[in-house]
């Protein structure tokens, strides 16, 4: 095993709803070196809807790969080319994603069971762009267990150019279970994983799914390339502090939760003059004192209802004031 950082080394899942714009700054600030992605974008809707307001973000987020869902090798290098030219690092191809409306559309998690055509979609997207083309997906559908299945898959695919596969290590339940289900129920089996770097060394494969604490993380780190953390990273963001110097050697040291809530001020305020709702930004920060003995207060402050609605950015002043009162003793001394 190869043991030298890559690209994919720690990285934040694309997540719907939650990982947009507003998110990824604040969890940039929070950690240097993990890669962000965007949460799922469709390729028809770059077609036919409103690319800026889908692809643009701040240059602040790199390292950050766009993933695209869909199954048409057409829209897909068309959707590519066009996140390219945004600047967005990677572009990675959602073959995970087990909600119904998702398979109505014929991407996610059910492309699996076509592995020809995730390969023709992932060499049009190569063909189209120079940036690297990547591959998230389950180890099996519905009650599949046979390893092959997903060895296949891979197989297939990496025939095609793909050469990192980020695999959520659990089944996709396509009827009978919600995404949220899909998230719990399905038993973990990081060994597939483990098999997978094992029969593919020349792939990065990276191990998603269930990851919570360092150790663990470190552990993982022996048999595959890379990790990356999901809701944890969602519900507790401050849990990516430790990533640049646990993972990456980075001794610069990692903002205080008071610096990180400083900065989203300062955000704050820019956003919301140029139209962006509070509530849009400040919904990504109520995790930020979780586990501390203030952060019931501290989410009882970003949700007040009439502050939100006015987008009063003094809401952060007020939750800064309360959580880090020494903090704003120093700053205005």
């Known amino acids: ?15 719907m709803d939650w990982t947009d714009r507003h998110c990824r700054f604040f969890f940039r600030l929070i950690t240097r070196r993990a890669r962000l992605y965007t949460e799922m974008i469709t390729a028809p809707a770059l077609v036919h809807g409103d690319v800026a307001h889908h692809l643009d973000f701040d240059p602040f987020e790199h390292p950050l790969a766009l993933q695209l869902g869909g199954s048409d090798p057409a829209q897909l290098a068309h959707a590519a080319r066009l996140g390219e030219r945004w600047g967005y690092d990677e572009i990675n191809l959602n073959c995970g994603c087990p909600s119904e409306r998702v398979q109505t559309g014929s991407f996610g998690a059910c492309l699996m069971r076509e592995p020809n055509l995730v390969a023709d979609c992932v060499k049009a997207m190569r063909d189209a762009v120079a940036l690297p083309v990547t591959v998230k997906h389950r180890i099996g559908l519905d009650s599949e267990d046979d390893y092959g299945f997903v060895r296949d898959f891979v197989g297939t695919v990496a025939g095609a150019g793909c050469d990192v596969f980020i695999v959520h290590a659990r089944n996709a339940v396509l009827k009978g279970l919600s995404p949220k289900e899909n998230r719990e129920i399905p038993p973990l089996r990081y060994q597939v994983v483990h098999q997978l770097k ?9 191990l998603n799914g269930g990851l919570d604490d360092y150790d663990a993380i470190e552990r993982e780190l022996r048999h ?3 990790v990356m953390l999901g809701r944890t990273a969602y519900h507790d963001p401050y849990r990516l502090a430790p990533a640049d110097w646990r993972l990456f050697a980075d001794e610069m040291p990692a903002r205080s939760r008071a610096d990180v809530l400083h900065a989203m001020m300062s955000y704050a305020r820019i956003e919301t003059a140029r139209g962006t709702p509070l509530r849009a930004i400040t919904r990504h920060m109520l ?4 586990g501390q003995s203030n952060g019931r207060m501290f989410r009882r402050i970003l949700s007040d209802a009439d502050k939100l609605h006015h987008s009063d950015v003094r809401l952060l002043e007020e939750a800064l004031w309360i959580v880090e009162p020494r903090y704003t003793e120093e700053e205005t001394a």
Do not use: E, I, S
């Open 287 to 290: 995790g930020l004192y979780h």
């Open 1 to 15: 095993m190869n043991h030298t950082v890559n690209d994919w080394r720690f990285d934040v899942a694309p997540m």
């Open 224 to 226: 595959v390339d890379g």
């Open 198 to 206: 094992r029969d593919f060394p020349a792939l990065t494969v990276v």
